[in-house]
Each structure stands twice: as C-alpha cells, then as structure tokens.
C-alpha cells in the first residue's frame, strides 16, 4: 500500500492510500483537480472517500467529489453542514459501527472539535493493518489496540504559540481547544502500545506555529518510531512491515 499526501495543514488535507486494484481517500479538503491528478485522473479507483468533519480544509471538494461519481461518508452531522444530506452519493456512517469500503474496513469514532460531529476513523486493510487517523481534536478520546500505522494531527507547539499569538487571545484559544499540540500528540501516542506500529506520519502541522524538525525529533524520542512529516506531494510505503 502507498499513502500520497495530496494536501496537509489548514490549507488542506487529503490523503490516499492505494495499491494496484483501488484506493481509499481519506478528507477532501483540496481543489478537485489535486485529488484527479493524484489518481491520475482514474477516480474509479477509489472505493470512497471519508470525510473527518465539514470545515474547508476537510471537506471543500466534497460535493465535487459525489458529482464525479464518488460515495462520501461522513456523519450525519457532517454532510448535513456540508449541505450534502440528500446527495445519493452520501452515506451517513456512525461511530462503533464497522464498514466495508472495497477491501478497507472503517470503524469511525468520535473526537472532540469545534464541528458538528466530527469523527475520527480506525482504517484496517490486510495490506496496511490497523491505521489509525486521528486529526483535528483537542485530544484522543481513546486509546486503540493492535495499531500498524498512525496518521496523527500534531499542529502547534505551545512554545510557538505563546509568543506568535499572544495578542491573538480569540485564535489562541480557538486552536488551542480544537487541536492537538504537541505534547498532546505524544501523550496520545504514548497511552497506545505501539509495539507494532510500522510508521508515525505526522499532519496538519500549523504553518505559523509548528516546527517540522522539532516535532519529527520529538515524537521520534517519545516514541522510538520512524517518524514521517508530512508535506504535500509526499509518497510512502505504508505496509504493515517495512519489509
Ligand atoms: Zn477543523
């Protein structure tokens, strides 16, 4: 299995994974033509696409997406402030509940951010094992068993965004409660066991408020783990093994 970043931060995340028969996208947060080239224009490819929350850096391409033939799930809460409820291309999905995609299973779960019902998913595929994504919360709500793969928000660092916002009181406090900081993130990472865990990509990072080699070298001494940060264009085996 591959994963591409098409997009990462606040401009926009969309990230796939693929292996030679089909795909899997997870958010459309980026222009439609990012996400066609990405398949190189075969989005027959894609078993579907599944959708975190509704704000833009999410979900901008979401209605574009389902027009080009596409099944979008996301919670009801999501396509509902997408305007997207009554699309035939909308699956309303549910936390707990497992779903089929092609050979991907989706169990989502829920997170806890400013949007109407946001989720986060545990993807499990034979190829990548258990993958969680987690983006876009305050902190982890949960912990996960038997994890292969970790796709995690690490967005600010506390040191940087003292300094950078301090006469931003509303923004600070706004990212501050819907994101994970640092910290957060290896707290988060360090309540699972990662025993098994092949690969820790790190996204969203804020672009003012995030540094990339800190946050690679930190997560990599809390964790042991290789640690990816992730940049928009990046490809990368994404196996359950390195091997
Ligand atoms: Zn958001």
């Given at each position: 299995?591959k994963?591409?970043?098409?997009?990462?931060?606040?401009?926009g995340?969309?990230?796939?994974?693929?292996?030679?028969?089909?795909?899997?996208?997870?958010?459309?947060?980026?222009?439609?033509?990012?996400?066609?080239?990405?398949?190189?224009?075969?989005?027959?490819?894609?078993?579907?696409?599944?959708?975190?929350?509704?704000?833009?850096?999410?979900?901008?391409?979401?209605?574009?997406?389902?027009?080009?033939?596409?099944?979008?799930?996301?919670?009801?809460?999501?396509?509902?402030?997408?305007?997207t409820?009554?699309?035939?291309?909308?699956?309303?999905?549910?936390?707990?509940?497992?779903?089929?995609?092609?050979?991907?299973k989706?169990?989502?779960?829920?997170?806890?951010?400013?949007?109407?019902?946001?989720?986060?998913?545990?993807?499990n595929?034979?190829?990548?094992?258990?993958?969680?994504?987690?983006?876009?919360?305050?902190?982890?709500?949960?912990?996960?068993?038997?994890?292969?793969?970790?796709?995690?928000?690490?967005?600010?660092?506390?040191?940087?965004?003292?300094?950078?916002?301090?006469?931003?009181?509303?923004?600070?406090?706004?990212?501050?409660?819907?994101?994970?900081?640092?910290?957060?993130?290896?707290?988060?990472?360090?309540?699972?066991?990662?025993?098994?865990?092949?690969?820790?990509?790190?996204?969203?990072?804020?672009?003012?408020?995030?540094?990339?080699?800190?946050?690679k070298?930190?997560?990599?001494?809390?964790?042991?783990?290789?640690?990816?940060?992730?940049?928009?264009?990046?490809?990368?085996?994404f196996?359950?093994?390195?091997?």
């Open positions: 299995m994963l591409t970043v098409i997009g990462t931060g606040s401009k995340n969309a990230y796939l994974l693929e292996n030679e028969e089909e795909a899997l996208l997870i958010e459309c947060g980026v222009n439609i033509k990012a996400i066609k080239q990405a398949l190189d224009f075969n989005l027959r490819k894609l078993v579907g696409c599944i959708v975190s929350h509704e704000h833009g850096d999410h979900a901008k391409s979401i209605k574009e997406l389902m027009e080009a033939g596409v099944n979008v799930y996301a919670s009801a809460g999501t396509h509902k402030a997408c305007g409820t009554s699309n035939h291309r909308a699956s309303m999905i549910m936390a707990d509940v497992e779903y089929q995609l092609g050979n991907f989706i169990r989502p779960f829920d997170v806890r951010h400013d949007a109407a019902q946001p989720l986060g998913f545990l993807i595929h034979s190829e990548t094992g258990n993958v969680l994504f987690l983006t876009d919360t305050m902190y982890s709500p949960y912990t996960f068993r038997n994890l292969n793969n970790i796709i995690i928000e690490a967005n600010y660092s506390h040191k940087v965004i003292r300094v950078k916002l301090q006469k931003m009181e509303f923004l600070k406090n706004r990212v501050m409660e819907s994101h994970m900081s640092l910290d957060e993130c290896i707290n988060c990472l360090n309540a699972n066991d990662l025993s098994q865990v092949n690969n820790i990509v790190l996204i969203h990072l804020s672009d003012g408020n995030s540094d990339e080699k800190l946050f070298d930190e997560v990599t001494k809390a964790t042991g783990k290789t640690v990816t940060v992730a940049d928009n264009g990046l490809q990368m085996n196996n359950k093994t390195p091997f």
